[in-house]
């Protein structure tokens, strides 16, 4: 595929050479860095990494205790005491943070900042084996820092605090040693005791309300003696392929009917789900795959189950043809029926199957997932981290540890440490088009899952050991140091390699220096899991989700360099008050954006759009929603790292205390999607949508001079020349009063005589239908004021206005109204443009102002009771 670049004017550049060549360029020292206190305290927003840490730190690393005290982050787990004379000791830590210079530049209040423009930028998805995904996934970059190379090689450690750590391992952590007892119990117990802290009230009703769903279906059907034939996913090409024919003969069979013509009995299960003995088939779903090898781990078997409910089989008093998954969609677990009809070509099932021609759940699960998305072609390309979010509901970051993309945090191991100890899936893999066993041992293709990390001493130098486990349980294993029967390994008694949790529960895992896994795998995703589905852990995500969408010309602004929209995006504020627990005093967040549905409306020819997002930070004194000035004059402190078109874009920062700005955008402007926003925080932070709130602001009338009395007297003879002998205006004397005012205006249109009507209500103090000198003279004061308004917000002089104009017109005639409030306006009197001419702004804003005023004639303290006859009164008359 081409490469292209565009310069900063958005110039395509011949030599296809972008400013950074790093997706993590930028945001990669922004946003996993820490503001340094010590060089620049609060002043603007000069963003830079935490300072190298020494001896205290190292104390940190150790497990020691801080110059701070015991660390809090150990105080509520023990664990037994290495022997003090052992030349080996252990535990999970934080590696030292390395000094990097500001990325980015807010600008003074007086002064313009330059533009920073982003440059697109092609990539590949993650591929993890099979077919190619072909996806086209792009990312548009706007990194303009140069790609941070993690220091792995331990120099940063200081050698006297490392020479102690046989003498301090009062603080040793035993998350992982909690775990491995708990998956030595028998699976059934594991499952009940995790599965009964998870669900809370809430969520138990709704699973318990799924099943009793579920279970209406099946009964019936067994009870009538007929198998469930699915009537919205049905057994036909279309549900195969919804762009073009099937490339191979395809019959649905059930699978029943399918393991008799292999001479066996239909099951369910066969050996049970710790072994993954599932092949990928004829589909580029690899990226799905992959997601339910790491599931299949036996301490995340509470979450397999939630999405492959118990007790599914195809015994005769069971099975009547139904089966049922439940999948994470969107802020919501939807349960998915489907019929056991299954495409075959030649007796043999043609996509995901079990290496067990009987074995039918991971090809049932794969028909589910395709009827979420709408097609089994639908799944053709994508990101594991999509696929572990819909099995999980957790937030994925997906990190790239080779190559051009490579964005490896310089403080990687402290995230797989907290995510550990937050019981988050965790998942790697080597690129490959399709499995082939590495000379390392390692499979190119394939994926695996990490379910452990620690930090021993081996000698005089300290080491990070992290453990992998191949879901598929044989041999292929890695070769290199650590591994189980490497030279390094060997040198540890079976003793100790228990005190210090190096164990290998089964033939699937094995150990590797931390060093030899980012030289050796590719990519990592962390799914980390909301507080509902890691059970009785202490320490536990919080989180705030929120939906919303991009509408064309309204709140659809585009990217940061879209300078005259940019301002018009979804603001979110968040703010940050509850530090981590550690030294840093830094507030971490993981934010993520989804698009909506994109997946499910490839069969209507439309992709995933290019998204991501800008974070701002807030000082004292703005008024929130922001408006165009605030983004003319300060710039992002951190962002999503790259636009990009796939189904969610995520980051983990580490902010100050403080309120920040989140504004997610598409690329371009007048994109629209619907779109969804979540935010997981360490300490229980607040992130909330921001919008006007109606108000209404009394603007002054102009001081009477001589020159407006003269004015006066000449609009009392027009008033008697509109008037008639009654002296009063009706609404068909007003619409032809103001159809001769404006039929010098461009593109002007007649108001008609309802629009008059309004007017007329408006101002009709006596309800006589008719207006006095007075109220005339008040009803053109204001219909010339709104008139000059529009002129004056009509930016590009077209006649009419777009929703952003309009907004700011609405501001300047004084009132202030919520996003959803300006989307009715727009809906009501726009155009099929979505622009608004001069005679329904007219309108518009005399209905808006009878609106205000029929609320504040009644309300007291914000608020308004109405009886019947007072609405009706009301109402009419708009």
Request: net charge neutral; hydrophobic share 35%.
């Amino acid at each position: 595929m081409a490469s292209y670049a565009y310069n900063a004017g958005g110039r395509q550049d011949p030599s296809g050479r972008l400013g950074s060549q790093s997706q993590q360029a930028g945001s990669q020292q922004n946003l996993t860095g820490t503001l340094n206190r010590t060089e620049v305290g609060r002043r603007g927003a000069q963003f830079h990494s935490a300072r190298p840490r020494m001896d205290s730190d190292n104390a940190f690393l150790d497990g020691r205790s801080s110059p701070s005290g015991t660390l809090r982050r150990n105080q509520a787990r023990s664990q037994d005491r290495l022997n003090s004379s052992s030349s080996i000791s252990s535990s999970r830590s934080n590696l030292s943070q390395q000094p990097q210079n500001p990325a980015l530049r807010r600008g003074f209040i007086n002064e313009k900042p330059q533009n920073y423009s982003p440059a697109p930028q092609q990539q590949q998805p993650p591929h993890y084996g099979g077919s190619s995904p072909g996806d086209g996934s792009n990312y548009h970059n706007y990194s303009n820092v140069p790609p941070l190379k993690p220091n792995m090689s331990g120099n940063y450690v200081d050698p006297e605090s490392i020479a102690n750590m046989n003498n301090n391992n009062n603080n040793m952590n035993k998350v992982a040693r909690e775990r491995d007892a708990m998956n030595s119990v028998s699976s059934l117990q594991s499952v009940a005791s995790v599965n009964s802290s998870v669900m809370n009230n809430s969520s138990s009703a709704v699973a318990d309300s799924k099943f009793h769903e579920f279970e209406k279906v099946r009964v019936d059907y067994l009870r009538r003696g007929k198998l469930y034939e699915d009537t919205v996913f049905l057994p036909s090409d279309a549900s195969a392929y919804f762009s073009r024919q099937p490339p191979m003969q395809l019959e649905w069979i059930r699978a029943k009917d399918i393991a008799n013509m292999h001479r066996q009995q239909a099951k369910f299960v066969v050996r049970g789900f710790d072994r993954f003995d599932v092949l990928q088939g004829q589909l580029g779903d690899c990226w799905f795959v992959a997601a339910v090898a790491c599931l299949s781990c036996p301490e995340y078997r509470h979450l397999f189950e939630r999405v492959i409910p118990r007790g599914q089989s195809f015994q005769d008093n069971w099975y009547s043809g139904v089966f049922r998954f439940m999948f994470w969609h969107f802020g919501e677990w939807k349960q998915i029926l489907v019929d056991d009809f299954l495409p075959t070509n030649h007796g043999r099932l043609v996509f995901v199957h079990s290496s067990q021609a009987n074995e039918f759940w991971a090809a049932l699960m794969e028909k589910a997932y395709a009827k979420l998305y709408g097609s089994y072609e639908a799944l053709k390309g994508g990101q594991m981290m999509d696929s572990l979010t819909d099995l999980t509901g957790g937030i994925t970051e997906h990190y790239t540890l080779r190559g051009e993309h490579a964005n490896v945090p310089h403080n990687i191991i402290n995230i797989l440490f907290k995510a550990l100890e937050r019981l988050s899936l965790i998942g790697a893999g080597i690129k490959g088009s399709g499995e082939r066993i590495l000379q390392s041992g390692l499979v190119s293709g394939h994926a695996y899952s990490v379910t452990d990390l620690r930090r021993i001493l081996h000698g005089q130098h300290p080491v990070n050991l992290i453990r992998i486990r191949n879901p598929h349980g044989d041999s292929k294993e890695w070769r290199g140091r650590w591994s189980e029967w490497s030279p390094e390994m060997q040198q540890i008694s079976p003793e100790d390699r228990q005190k210090l949790g190096l164990i290998q529960r089964d033939d699937g895992e094995f150990w590797m220096d931390f060093e030899d896994f980012l030289a050796n795998f590719d990519v990592l995703d962390i799914c980390n899991l909301t507080p509902d589905a890691v059970g009785d852990v202490q320490r536990k995500w919080h989180t705030v989700e929120h939906t919303g969408r991009w509408v064309r010309g309204f709140n659809a602004g585009g990217r940061q360099s879209k300078e005259a929209s940019h301002w018009a995006n979804p603001q979110y504020l968040m703010r940050l008050d509850d530090t981590d627990e550690d030294e840093d005093q830094v507030c971490t967040v993981v934010v993520q954006l989804m698009q909506k549905d994109r997946r499910k409306i490839k069969q209507k020819g439309e992709t995933f759009l290019f998204i991501g997002f800008y974070i701002y930070e807030l000082e004292k004194g703005y008024t929130m929603p922001l408006k165009k000035d605030f983004f003319d004059y300060n710039r992002d402190i951190a962002n999503s790292g790259a636009f990009s078109n796939v189904r969610q874009v995520s980051k983990r920062v580490s902010l100050p205390p403080g309120s920040y700005l989140v504004v997610p955008c598409t690329w371009d402007v007048d994109e629209e999607a619907d779109y969804y926003i979540r935010f997981f925080f360490e300490k229980g932070n607040v992130a909330e949508y921001w919008d006007d709130k109606p108000e209404k602001t009394e603007i002054p009338p102009p001081p009477v001079s001589p020159e407006v009395r003269e004015q006066e007297e000449n609009f009392k003879q027009f008033f008697y020349l509109v008037s008639g002998e009654d002296m009063e205006v009706d609404a068909f004397e007003l619409r032809d009063a103001i159809n001769e005012g404006l039929k010098r205006e461009p593109l002007h249109r007649d108001i008609n005589v309802e629009a008059c009507r309004s007017f007329v209500s408006l101002m009709d103090v006596d309800g006589s239908g008719k207006l006095s000198f007075h109220e005339f003279q008040f009803l053109w004061h204001h219909l010339r004021s709104w008139k000059k308004i529009f002129y004056q917000f009509d930016a590009d002089n077209l006649g009419s206005m777009d929703s952003r104009e309009l907004r700011s017109a609405i501001n300047g005639a004084g009132y202030k109204i919520s996003n959803r409030t300006i989307a009715q306006l727009v809906f009501k009197f726009a155009d099929q443009n979505g622009r608004v001419s001069l005679d329904n702004f007219l309108i518009l804003m005399a209905r808006l102002m009878k609106t205000f005023n029929s609320f504040h004639d009644i309300q007291r303290d914000g608020s308004a009771t109405f009886n019947i006859q007072q609405w009706l009164d009301r109402t009419l008359t708009l």
